[in-house]
Each structure stands twice: as structure tokens, then as C-alpha cells.
């Protein structure tokens, strides 16, 4: 079973391989078009782009479960990402690890089994004068407290 | 105090090009157009920018790795990756001046006679990278960029190149892998990006910060630039304080602040009015200090001279009530996590780190394990391809030289004295 | 040309040298696992770490170039730790399966704790990181990524030298692995390199697994028979059983590698092999003995030139014999004989498959040596063939198991058409079924001998061990046959007869064993 960019998809990797001199380098993109078109990075994903930059799947494989940003696995709906890292350590990241863990009854890592919710513990997100942070799909969320994390994740459809 | 870069963020119409421009934007590149590019050069050293990723090498200088025969097509590339815990300042560039940068991208290449220049964002930052990308397509639409620049004869095309998950991606030759579309492994030096780097062209690696500060060099000059800074650290510095402190955020100062005034006078002292107990100052991957060693000047001589580094410029705050041995533990697992594992000190040493430090947190340390520990920093430090490893060392070896009692004591009870928390 | 001063001792190379090639010229080993000459360097394993005076850190030997006047040392208390701090860290999560693998003997890792570790490990088994075991992976190698040091020679090398890249490093830090795409196995024909350039057992072969510990083999230089290619090979042999063929180095024919195909020709001189002569009676077979059946053979052939003529008397050659062997048989064929019908054929039963590296669509060793020496084949086997199914044949000499392309039913029907054909032969086949008196012959491991190859360049493969049974060096054959013919000769073995060889044949003229010497000599003649 093979699939293949939609023509927006495909018109995207057109355009990508005008910004730049070698072909192998719209991998990362690429890849992240697959995520958006087929929901996450499959197996069949990974041999359509090996073919479309000319490489064999091994190398794409490698490529993509190098960044921790490339799901081969599908995830929740709502991918909730908590930094653990020291200055939202410091301000109380752990403990609202531990609440939202009890509060979806999921482990980090885990996806709820009505398929809404994955959570991960993650590294430093780059926002750390607003610690503790969190990213749900691509929207940061700052300055987290227990209410506040309560309120996002139940606000959310 | 004069700003450099954040004089006008506090707009949030700034990071569009017509707020921009009322406010003198893209003038400076105007101005550069009409120099040459050896005269840019000649200002961004007389500046003293270090560059402000991490490093702190000089820009200026930097520059002048590029081969003199233009030959091959020179590109530029700014580290946009922003990974370094405790670190957050480009964020802010990106969100409230990409023109900034965009335009400190145009005189730089201009400079550099650079056609090219990608823009490497850690894949993290989303909405940044569509910032950027906004600011990108205003300035293409009004002629900032492209064919024939303001009528210049200059040509120039810049890329967003998102990353899409690796701290590892911040150092420049891995970096420079990840942008060809492969793992972020580090490459062997020699040969360096100004001789062999993106798609094997010679390539110069700046952090955003570094290149938005190419601008205001140009307008008033790198003496002037200099002069806010101290002899060997020129220019204001976007220095982010977080941890226990009162009020966390960016905060742009001279390269020569104190840093015991940038934690409790900008930053407002520590929280909950407890007292300090030890502060990283330049990032994860720097030494750490205790509250007696913090009355210095910030700048980088005076950071090295005492066994630290004011590395990418983010002060973590640590209060008393902390575990250190629990907030070792956090940074060991950050390495452990990030090694690219291609070379065999980082990638099984970070592990073994965190996991010895990892079970005298948990109680289970052992007799020896701190020797052993140490003996481990020995056998990684300076032994790899890329500083990662040494990133990981400076903290375990700093943490224990100056708090070895708790990890004594976390070792001898067989438990954290502080009940597993901070 | 800059001078490196290593350990005190001096040392002149070429610009361009390595400190690690370098100290080897200085007789000074650095150990290294990473580093293969014929690959990129990578500088990962970070075990020839060694000390350059006005450098502060330790850099690596493989990929720092000698500049003149550099002064290294490998022989410090730092260089010592670093080596057994690397070393330590790569055996950390090390499986304990030296009782088990295949590698022991001649692994990296075993040789290197040797030499600078015999430490006491540090590390808990308990928290181990496991990884993928006892993988087919497909082609002739079995993956073991828990055994893997990561070194990145197998990617390589598939990267560079068959550009298949089936292999490639998984995930990140201490849970990298090298795998295969799943459902993509390994898909070259050069996978059995693999296994030879992996230091450690992480990659191994399927078809040596669990065979025999290497340190009961021995080995001889011998030249692969699996086409015209030549492939220069190490034999690897206890007693006389055969155990594998490796790749040993010429960069003028294959540089450090040889064909998965090649890889397997030595199952057939273990296998099937003729190990007495006999002769068939009746339609069953009779055991000889060489003293009478010798002999025989010559009378046969002798009788069957002077009764019908010397056109009624054939020699079919093989392309699978030495330089040596068909010189003697074309001289017993056309002097002794006296017969004009002297040929062989090179075309062998398969996809005459080659490729653009070290693949010949030829798959003898030896067709070139043939055409040399001035045997025809093509046409002239084509009409002899014809003249044998019209029964113009009374005595048929055979050298070889196979008639070219011929099934066991079309050689049994044509050679059917011959009263005596009598053959010499290392393997049962069409031809050893169909033979009126069978000769078993040496295999190549059992004699020395030359090859020329495709290209044109003659190589020595030398002797291994004693021929199995009662198979005789056909060089000895040659010599007894042609001696009851008259010949009178006085070859003592292959050497003897090459110096004739080189005498009287224009293509090797001035040729000798030590102007082959180790690497080989092209012939005189156009490719």
C-alpha cells in the first residue's frame, strides 16, 4: 500500500527544491508534510519520500527518528508536551506533570485510549522566563499553574 | 541605557515591515549598500561582537575565514535553533523584530557576498518560524529581498529552514547536516564551514542575535557599538534570567553588567523572598556558581577568569530549598537525551551520567559513585567530535566540586534530604 | 615530504599522510576501530586518540594530516587513559556473548581489552540498554545491533562502495542502533564484505555461524574461481575442510572486496568431490588404481590416433585449469597426439550475470590463460561438439565436471557418441557420470598454480593442504600421461613448468614467480 502527496503536498516539494542547491535537503520539510497529510510518519510515508529524493527508506529512516519532532507512531489528537527541564523543573513543571498524568490517567508517553490526548515529557522549549511551559500541538502555553493547565486542556474541543 | 536591539518590542505592529521602517528600518541597509564590504567587516570587528550563541567568538573575525577567491558561491546560515536551557532571547527577536534580523541579514550578506542564507529555527518554535516566514515574504514583496535589492545590483534569497527536534542541531556543523536534510551529526574540524559547509560551499554560522546586531553597527558605527559594552565584549547583551526570580524575562544590558545586579535588581531578586543558593549564569552547559562568586562583571573575560562562561547569556536561578543532585539529575537526562550518539565518549557517557546521578537521587547511590562520577568527566571531556560531551561535564563536575556534602549525604542516608523535590 | 616524529623515532611520508598511516610506517600501532582505508574517515570511535605537542586536546590519528616538524606521542599516561576510557565506555552495554559469537578470536573489542583495558567493569548489568539480536537481515549477514559499536563501516560502505545504503544508524544517543528498513533487507551482491569489515560481531555470516572457532583455521593466498575477475583471496582451512574465503587486498583487481557468489566457491571443493579414480564397466563403476589406470588412459588415446587418425582423437580443456595444466595439455594434445582438436568452452549454465565492479558474466577463472596459450573456443568448440554427435570421436580427454552450458542428459547423449572418454575432474557431474575412466583431480586448494585473468593479469594461487582422497595435482597427471606418450618430461611442479611456460609462450614471456610476486603481472597482450 503506497501513498503519495496530495498536489498542494506536491506542489510544495516543488517549490522547496527551488530554495535549495541538493535535492536530499528537503527531507526535513518533506517529512513534516507527511505528518500534516497522513496524520503521522508511516512506514509507507518514509518509502514515497525515500523515492521521491532518490534515497533508499533506511536513510530516511534514520533521518526521521533521529528528531524527536517526526511521530512515527501516531498520537493523540492533542499532543501535550511538558518541559522537564531545570527552570520549569524549579517552578513546579514536575508536579504538574504528575496532575495532568492523574488528570488524563495517562503516563508520559501514553495516549488516552479515546485517542484525545498523548502526553510527553520534553526538553527545554525555549521559553524559560515564562516557565513552566508547555506546547499542545504547535501552541505554547506559558506560565502554567494547575488552574490554568485545567482550564486549556478542558477548553479544548 | 541604550538599546540595541529591543528599543522598540514593546510595539507589537514591529515586526511588521511598515511600523519597522517608521521607526529608521532598513535604513541601515541603505547605507551599507553604499559602502564596501570590506568596510563592514572592518566595522563589525572594530565592534567587538562575540557571537552571542554561545561561544563568543568574534563575528568580525569569523568573517574573515571565508576564502578570498569567490569562485564558489558563499552562503550564510543563522542559528535560529535556540536550544540551550535557560536560554530564550532569540525567541524574542524573532517574535518582535524579524526585520531586524532580516535586514541584519541583507548588510551582512552584503558584506560576506553571501546570495544565499537560510534561516535554521528549531522546529519547536511554530509560530516564530511563521513570523519570520511573514516578515520574509513583506520583505520580497517590497523589494528588501530578491533580484537587484533597492536597485543595488545585489541579489539575495533567504529560506526558513525549520528543525524539527535536536539541542544537538544548535551546534554549527551539525546544524549545517540537519539543513542538507540528514541526522544532526557533528562534523570532524578541519575542514571548518568557511572553507567546506552547506552543500559543501564555504559557509559563515551567526546566531540571530549576533546578526541582529549588524544594523545599529552600520548606523552608528562599531566603536560606538563597542562603547557599550567593555574592551573585549562590545554592544548590549539580550540576557534572559529565569528560575526563582521575581521577575523572569529578557532583559537587554551592557556586555559588561554585573551579574549579581542582573538577578536582583533587573530581575527582582529571588522569589518568595528565599535566599539564593546557586546560579547557572550562562546556560545549562555552564559551570556553576554559589551566591559568594556571583559579584562579577558579566562579560566574557571576566566570566572565564573565574572557571565559568557567560555562554549564550541565560542566567538560571537557583534558590535554597533546591536540590542539586535533583536539578543535576533533570540536566544529566537533558544530555543523555540530546547526545546525536555518534561518537562513543558523549553517546555512553551521558548515559552512564544520568544514570548514576539518576540513582543517588533516588537513594540508590552507591560508595564511589561520585569518584566515579568525576572519573567519567575525565575520560569525556575533550575526548569528542563536538563540545555536547563537555556540555554534559562542566555542570556534573561543577555541581559536585561546589555541592559535594548533599551528594554525600543523598549517598549516605540513601535518600534525597530534600524528599525528592525542589 | 614532512617529517612526523612519533615516539621519539622519525619518520618521513608522503604529503597528505595521516598521523595513524603514519605510525604504521613507524612500526607504532594505534589502535582504532572507525578508521578502513578504503572508506571516508569518520572519526567516531575516538580510540586513536593520541597527544600532539603545542596541541591542548587529545586529537584523533585517522583524520589529522601529518604537517612537518609534528611531534606526537601514543605512549603517555594520558594516551593511556583516554584509550581505556574510550574502551571502557564502548563495552558498557557490551552483551557478554563471547562463549557464542562467531567473532571471538578475531574481534576488535577481544584484541584491544587485551592490550590497553583489562579493567574490571564499572557498570551495572542490570542497567544494560538491549538491543535487537540474532537479526537476518539478508544477504550472507545476520545482525547482532546489541554487539554493534557503532563505528559506521557497514553504513559506509554501503554508502560508498555499493551506494545500496540498506543500512543506515536508528534513533539517537545510547539507543542508536544500525538496522534495515523493514522489508528491506540487505539487496547487493557485495553484503558478505560486511562481515569482514565489522570489527566486532555485530555483523557476521550466515554461512560460517557457528561453524568453527577461528583460531583452529589456517589460511593460504589463493585466487577466487568464480569468474574471470581474479579476486585475490585468503583461504581459510582446518585440515582439509574449507570454512570460508575472505578477501585479501590488491587494489590493481579488488581493492578489500570480493562477491557474495565468490564468497561460496569454496562449498565445492568440499563437496561432491571425485576421490578415486575408477572406470566404468558395463555401466557400473570399478574402482582403479592410478598405477594401471595411468597407463590405460595414454594407450587408449594413443591407440584411437593410430587406428582411425589423429583427427578421431579430441582434448576438451577447461577454463577452471591453471596456466600450467593447459600449457602441458596442450602440448600432450598437440605434440604427443598430434590432434588439431583442441578447444574449450567458457560458457557456463547461469544468468552470465556482471556488473559494473568486480563481476565478470565470465564465471571461470581462467579463459583468458586458455585464449592465451592459444586454445580456441566459441566456434571451434561449437564444430567439435557437432563432429563428436556425429560419432567422428573414437577418444575424448575431458578436462573439467562440466561441458559448457550443457544439461546432465545432453553431455550423458553426446558423449554417449564416444567409445573412451576419459576425464579429469574434481567434482561428481554431467561429465563424471557420462566418463568411460574418471581421474580425480586436486581442487585449487589442493595445488598451486597461475590464473590469468580477464584483464589479462597472471596470479599465483598457492597450495593449501594435501588433495583429499586419492585426487592427484593434475600437473602430475599431465606429466605421467604425457611421459607414457613419450614426451620425456621432467617437470618436478607447477614452478617448473611456468619457467617453460615463460620461455616459449610471447604473452608471459620474462614472466617468473617472483615478478608476479604477491600482487600479480599482466600478461603481454591487448585487452
Known amino acids: 500500500m503506497s501513498v503519495a502527496f496530495s498536489e498542494t503536498g506536491r506542489a510544495e516539494v516543488e517549490r522547496l527544491l527551488t530554495r535549495y542547491p541538493e535535492r536530499k535537503a528537503v527531507i526535513l520539510p518533506a517529512l513534516y508534510l507527511a505528518q500534516r497529510e497522513f496524520g503521522y510518519v508511516s512506514d ?93 500541538n504547535d501552541d505554547y502555553h506559558e506560565n502554567l499553574t494547575v488552574e490554568s493547565i485545567d482550564r486549556i486542556l478542558d477548553q479544548l474541543p | 541605557m541604550e538599546t540595541v536591539l529591543t528599543t522598540y518590542f514593546v510595539n507589537e505592529r514591529y515586526r511588521r515591515l511598515d511600523t519597522y521602517r517608521q521607526y529608521g528600518g532598513y535604513e541601515a541597509l541603505k547605507k551599507a549598500f553604499a559602502m564596501d564590504p570590506g568596510q563592514i567587516i572592518d566595522e563589525v570587528k572594530k565592534a567587538n561582537l562575540r557571537g552571542r550563541g554561545g561561544a563568543g567568538f568574534p563575528a568580525g573575525v569569523k568573517w574573515g575565514f571565508l576564502p578570498k577567491d569567490l569562485s564558489r558561491p558563499r552562503v550564510l546560515v543563522v542559528n535560529a535553533d535556540e536550544g540551550e536551557p535557560g536560554t530564550f532571547k532569540d525567541r524574542l527577536i524573532m517574535t518582535r523584530g524579524p526585520h531586524l534580523l532580516i535586514e541584519g541579514i541583507g548588510i551582512s550578506c552584503f558584506a560576506l557576498r553571501a546570495h544565499a542564507c537560510w534561516i535554521y529555527i528549531r522546529g519547536e518554535f511554530v509560530r516564530e518560524a511563521r513570523i519570520v516566514d511573514d516578515a520574509i515574504a513583506e520583505a520580497y514583496a517590497a523589494g528588501l529581498l530578491g533580484k537587484n535589492i533597492l536597485g543595488s545590483g545585489f541579489d539575495l534569497d533567504v529560506t526558513v529552514h525549520r528543525g524539527a527536534g535536536a539541542y544537538i542541531c544548535g551546534e554549527e556543523t551539525s546544524l549545517i547536516n540537519s539543513l542538507e536534510g540528514k541526522r ?18 564555504p559557509t559563515i554560522v551567526n546566531n540571530v542575535e549576533t546578526i541582529a546586531d549588524v544594523p545599529w553597527i552600520i548606523t552608528h558605527g562599531g566603536g560606538t557599538f563597542a562603547a557599550l559594552g567593555v574592551e573585549k565584549n562590545g554592544g548590549t547583551r539580550l540576557i534572559g534570567v529565569s528560575g526563582a526570580v521575581n ?53 566574557i573575560e571576566s566570566m572565564g577568569k573565574i572557571g565559568t562562561m557567560a555562554g549564550s547569556g541565560g542566567v538560571i536561578v537557583i534558590p535554597e530549598g533546591a536540590c542539586m543532585v535533583r536539578s543535576l539529575s533533570v540536566l544529566m537526562n537533558f544530555y543523555a537525551h540530546e547526545s546525536c550518539g555518534q561518537c562513543t565518549p558523549c553517546r555512553e557517557g551521558t548515559g552512564w551520567l544520568k544514570r548514576i546521578v539518576g540513582r543517588i537521587e533516588e537513594g540508590k547511590g552507591r560508595e564511589g559513585d561520585v569518584e566515579l562520577i568525576l572519573d567519567l568527566c575525565d575520560n569525556m571531556m575533550g575526548r569528542t567530535i563536538c563540545p555536547l560531551a563537555d556540555a554534559a561535564v562542566m555542570p556534573a563536575q561543577s555541581f559536585i566540586w561546589k555541592f559535594r556534602e548533599e551528594f554525600d549525604r543523598h549517598i549516605g542516608e540513601q535518600k534525597c534530604p530534600y524528599g525528592n523535590r525542589f | 615530504m614532512p617529517i612526523l616524529t612519533i ?32 572508506l571516508s574517515i569518520a572519526g567516531n570511535c575516538r580510540m586513536c586518540l593520541v597527544e600532539i605537542e603545542k596541541f591542548p586536546k587529545l586529537q584523533t590519528a585517522c583524520s589529522t594530516v601529518v604537517n612537518d616538524g ?17 574502551l571502557e565506555l564502548m563495552l558498557i552495554h557490551h552483551p557478554i556473548d563471547c562463549p557464542i559469537c562467531d567473532q571471538s578470536g578475531e574481534c576488535g573489542l577481544q584484541n584491544y581489552y587485551m592490550k590497553f583495558g583489562l579493567h574490571k567493569s564499572r557498570y551495572a548489568l542490570e ?73 566486532v560481531g555485530a555483523l557476521t555470516s550466515k554461512d560460517f ?80 588404481a592410478w598405477g594401471s589406470l595411468l597407463p590405460d588412459v595414454a594407450f587408449r588415446l594413443k591407440a584411437a590416433a593410430d587406428k582411425g587418425g589423429t583427427d578421431r582423437v579430441a582434448v576438451i580443456a577447461s577454463p577452471q585449469s591453471s596456466n600450467e595444466e593447459l600449457y602441458l595439455l596442450r602440448r600432450l594434445a598437440t605434440e604427443l597426439l598430434g590432434t588439431r582438436n583442441l578447444v574449450f568452452t567458457h560458457r557456463v ?58 544439461s546432465e542428459e545432453e553431455t550423458a547423449a553426446l558423449l554417449a557418441n564416444v567409445p573412451f572418454v576419459a576425464q579429469v575432474g574434481t567434482n561428481e557431474g554431467p561429465v563424471s557420470k557420462a566418463a568411460t575412466a574418471v581421474l580425480p583431480s586436486a581442487s585449487v586448494a589442493e595445488r598451486g598454480g597461475t590464473f590469468t585473468s580477464h584483464v589479462g593479469r597472471v596470479q599465483r594461487f598457492r597450495f593449501g593442504f594435501p588433495a583429499r582422497g586419492k585426487a592427484k595435482n593434475p600437473i602430475e597427471i599431465l606429466v605421467a600421461l604425457g611421459n607414457r606418450l613419450g614426451a620425456g618430461w621432467t617437470f618436478a611442479g607447477e614452478a617448473s613448468v611456468f619457467r617453460a611456460l615463460a620461455e616459449s609462450e610471447a604473452p608471459f614471456a620474462g614472466m617468473s614467480y617472483d615478478s608476479i610476486g604477491m600482487f600479480g603481472q599482466e600478461a603481454k597482450c591487448s585487452k
Open chain 1, 44 to 136: 509507507e510515508a518514509i518509502v514515497y519520500i525515500a523515492g521521491l529524493v532518490g534515497t533508499s527508506p533506511a536513510e530516511i529512516e534514520g533521518v526521521a527518528t533521529f528528531y524527536t519532532m517526526y511521530n512515527r507512531k501516531p498520537v493523540g489528537k492533542y499532543h501535550v508536551q511538558i518541559c522537564r527541564n531545570i527552570s520549569c523543573s524549579l517552578l513546579g513543571a514536575e508536579h504538574l506533570i504528575e496532575h495532568v498524568s492523574a488528570k488524563l490517567g495517562v503516563r508520559p508517553g501514553e495516549t488516552t485510549p479515546d485517542g484525545k490526548f498523548t502526553l510527553t515529557k520534553v526538553e527545554c522549549l525555549g521559553s524559560c522566563g515564562t516557565a513552566p511551559v508547555m506546547q499542545v
Open chain 2, 184 to 201: 544532526g551529526w557533528p562534523r570532524l574540524k578541519p575542514p571548518f564551514p568557511a572553507s567546506v559547509g552547506a552543500f559543501g560551499l
Open chain 2, 247 to 299: 521577575r523572569p524575562g529578557v532583559y537587554e544590558l551592557s556586555a559588561g553588567v554585573n551579574l549579581k545586579d542582573i538577578i536582583y535588581h533587573h530581575a527582582g531578586g529571588i522569589k518568595d523572598g528565599k535566599k539564593l543558593k546557586a546560579v547557572i549564569p550562562g546556560g545549562s552547559s555552564t559551570p556553576v556558581l554559589r551566591p559568594d562568586e556571583i559579584d562579577v562583571s558579566y562579560d
Open chain 3, 7 to 38: 615516539n621519539g623515532m622519525n619518520v618521513d611520508v608522503p604529503q597528505g599522510t595521516t598521523i595513524l598511516n603514519a605510525a604504521k610506517e613507524a612500526g607504532v600501532e594505534i589502535p582504532h576501530y572507525c578508521y578502513h582505508p578504503k
Open chain 3, 70 to 86: 609534528m611531534v606526537v606521542r601514543t605512549d603517555t599516561e594520558k594516551v593511556r587513559k583516554a584509550v581505556t576510557g574510550v
Open chain 3, 127 to 199: 542497567e544494560k540498554v538491549h538491543k535487537k539480536k540474532v537479526q537476518d537481515i539478508g544477504g550472507q549477514i545476520v545482525l547482532d545491533a546489541e554487539r554493534c559499536i557503532l563505528c559506521s563501516r557497514c553504513v559506509r560502505f554501503l554508502d560508498e562502495v555499493t551506494g545500496t545504503r540498506e543500512l543506515h544508524f536508528f534513533n539517537r544517543g545510547d539507543h542508536s542502533e544500525i538496522s534495515i528498513f523493514p522489508s528491506r533487507p540487505l539487496d547487493n551482491n557485495y553484503t558478505g564484505n560486511l562481515a569482514d569489515i565489522c570489527p
Open chain 3, 209 to 288: 555461524r557457528f561453524k568453527c572457532r577461528v583460531w583452529f583455521l589456517k589460511a593460504f593466498d589463493s585466487i577466487c574461481t568464480g569468474c574471470s575477475q581474479g579476486c585475490n583471496v585468503d583461504a581459510h582451512h582446518k585440515g582439509d575442510i574449507l570454512y570460508r574465503l575472505k578477501p585479501r587486498w590488491n587494489d590493481a583487481v579488488n581493492q578489500a572486496w570480493m562477491c557474495d557468489f565468490g564468497r561460496l566457491t569454496y562449498k565445492a571443493m568440499n563437496e561432491a568431490r571425485l576421490l578415486t579414480p575408477f572406470v566404468r564397466e558395463e555401466g557400473a563403476r570399478k574402482v582403479a
Open chain 3, 349 to 406: 549454465a547461469g544468468d552470465g550475470f556482471a556488473d559494473d565492479f568486480l563481476i565478470q558474466a565470465d564465471k571461470n577463472p581462467n579463459s583468458r590463460g586458455a585464449r592465451l596459450l592459444g586454445i580456441p573456443d566459441g566456434a571451434a568448440f561449437d564444430a567439435l561438439a557437432s563432429k563428436i554427435a556425429a560419432g567422428g570421436i573414437d577418444a575424448l580427454l575431458v578436462f573439467g565436471n562440466v561441458l559448457g552450458v550443457l
